[in-house]
């Protein structure tokens, strides 16, 4: 049984550039939340998406935005790239109605140059 | 604003011994209190959770207290051994019905536990 796939696993972006992530969440999950976590942090709350909308974001600017599609996979994209947008960029999935039950994946680092 | 606060951010312990990690919070909605172990290269893995309606749960070597008045949590490792080192979160969250909280996880700042044998 499948967790939740992440691509790529490591990524190097220059700054201003835009970049895209992709997740495939566990087989039978059907919402999809992306998380940063900044070396030594722990994961900051990005936004969750269900039935393909956005239904809730933390407190992270526009430039990142996201998508999910009918298949329940996911992408999530940072535009004008900063230094500070350096993190490992983790995907966790669930059942909607079992919020409890995320599964992460290993997540993409991201390095921004 | 930083909702769950944990301590110690590392913690040394020899193979047999305790090993315990504080979290307090600060949002009263919250109602389901997790602890998830992350080694390096990988994301965080769920090891334990509990509900403020228990005051304790334990699951093999682990434990979790829970003191509701006092909005604290923590983590018990028992007999810890050397495959426990790795870096350990608390988090919170809740969840509210056509509300605006889908049970997003408010992740503690993390404590690199090393067990030596």
């Known amino acids: 049984d499948a967790g939740v796939t992440q691509s790529p696993t490591h990524l190097i972006k220059t700054r201003g550039q835009q970049v895209t992530l992709r997740c495939s969440p566990k087989?039978?999950?059907?919402?999809v939340s992306w998380y940063q976590q900044a070396l030594g942090q722990g994961p900051q709350f990005i936004f969750q998406?269900?039935?393909?909308?956005?239904?809730q974001r933390g407190n992270f600017p526009d430039r990142f935005s996201g998508h999910q599609f009918p298949n329940y996979s996911s992408e999530l994209n940072v535009n004008a790239l900063l230094l500070g947008d350096s993190a490992l960029y983790l995907c966790a999935s669930s059942l909607a109605g079992q919020f409890y039950g995320y599964t992460f994946g290993s997540g993409t680092r991201l390095t921004v140059v | 604003q930083q909702q769950v606060k944990q301590s110690p951010q590392s913690l040394i312990v020899q193979k047999g011994g305790i090993s315990i990690i504080n979290c307090a919070y600060e949002?009263?909605?919250?109602?389901?209190f997790p602890w998830y172990q992350q080694f390096p290269g990988k994301g965080p893995a769920l090891l334990i959770a509990i509900r403020p309606d228990v005051s304790e749960k334990k699951e093999g070597r682990f434990t979790i207290s829970f003191n509701k008045s006092a909005k604290q949590f923590s983590l018990h490792i028992m007999d810890s051994q050397p495959g426990d080192s790795a870096t350990y979160f608390c988090?919170?969250?809740?969840?509210?019905?056509?509300?605006?909280?889908?049970?997003?996880?408010?992740f503690g700042q993390g404590t690199i536990l090393t067990v030596h044998p």
């Open positions: 998406y269900y039935e393909e909308e956005e239904r």
């Open positions: 949002n009263t909605a919250f109602d389901y």
């Open positions: 988090a919170a969250s809740s969840f509210t019905a056509g509300g605006t909280s889908y049970g997003k996880l408010t």
């Open positions: 087989s039978g999950h059907d919402t």
